[in-house]
């Protein structure tokens, strides 16, 4: 069944069934693989994208459900004021390091500054809550939503490794 799709502002006619997760026709039908597939019940929030500007899950999403909606993936989330100073953050904050959910992270790091222009720690804690990072880089990614928020460099402090349990 045909589908019309808005995505980073451009049309595109899938022909898929309604209940094909809005995931699936990102990556496979249209062929943007910025957007990845983590654990398929819309828990770890790395196939985060915005539909209308809201972060959603795109892995339990029907694609009938978007309709006429505006998506944005990773792809193009740099173009917008907000995606633009995450994204440059993450990179000056080094946040990364496997990389595999940090397209979802970003989805909702920008999406909450979208939101809440100066956020709080607890803002950004329940914005962040449903992205998980199994590298742990938390605390960096709390840095650089902070630090693109207010443009001042936040300096994050690396834990001793005699606090974690590590040799002394």
Known sequence: MAQTLRV???EHVVDVEGSTP????????????????GCGIAQCGACTV????????????PVSSVGNREV?????????????????AW???????????QSG?????????????????????????GNICRCATYVRIRAAIKQAATGKIVVTQAIPVAAIGGRK
Not at 72 to 88: C, F, H, L, N, P
Not at 105 to 120: D, G, V, Y
């Open 91 to 101: 990179l000056a904050v080094d946040v990364v390091q496997c990389g595999y959910c």
């Open 22 to 37: 809005l995931l699936w026709v990102i990556r496979d039908v249209i062929g943007m693989t910025g957007t990845k597939f």
């Open 72 to 88: 944005t993936t990773i792809e193009a989330v740099g173009a917008t004021d907000s995606g633009k100073r995450i994204q440059d």
């Open 105 to 129: 992270q970003i989805m909702s790091a920008a999406a909450l500054l979208e939101r809440t222009p100066n956020p709080t720690d607890a803002d950004i804690d329940a914005a962040m809550s």
């Open 8 to 10: 980073n502002g451009h």
């Open 50 to 61: 915005h539909v209308d500007g809201n972060p959603v899950r795109s892995c339990v999403l």
